[in-house]
Nanobody
Framework: EVQLVESGGGLVQPGGSLRLSCAAS????????MTWVRQAPGKGLEWVSA????????AYADSVKGRFTVSRDNDKNILYLQMISLKPEDAAVYYC???????????WGQGTQVSVSS
């Protein structure tokens, strides 16, 4: 059974930090590009960041560039998102997504809530 389980969300003050994790199982993690996507209340899905299968390549939305760092551990089958200097507009449910090379398989986690408020 394919599973993506996010964790690490919570309530943090503006300027604070969080590290999200996404534990993968049921598929060959290193064969999949991994992506973080978020959804703020009342808004659509927003692509946040992605990392290549090897972890050697990363990409970020302009809104998080310089503040968020995506990484993966292919030995432990875990995807990470280190978030610093959090802003109220970063508050959202954060989802991890796995996509196979040709895009024929796409898996989603259940999401973890990030709240940023003083």
């Amino acid at each position: 059974e394919v599973q993506l389980v996010e964790s690490g969300g919570g309530l943090v003050q503006p300027g604070g930090s969080l590290r999200l994790s996404c534990a993968a199982s049921g598929f060959i993690f290193s064969d999949y590009t991994m992506t973080w996507v978020r959804q703020a209340p009342g808004k659509g899905l927003e692509w946040v960041s992605a990392v290549t299968r090897s972890g050697g390549g990363t990409a970020y939305a302009d809104s998080v560039k310089g503040r968020f760092t995506v990484s993966r551990d292919n030995d432990k089958n875990i995807l990470y998102l280190q978030m610093i200097s959090l802003k109220p507009e970063d508050a959202a449910v954060y989802y991890c997504q796995a996509q196979s090379i040709a895009g024929e398989f796409v898996y989603w986690g259940q999401g973890t809530q990030v709240s940023v408020s003083s």
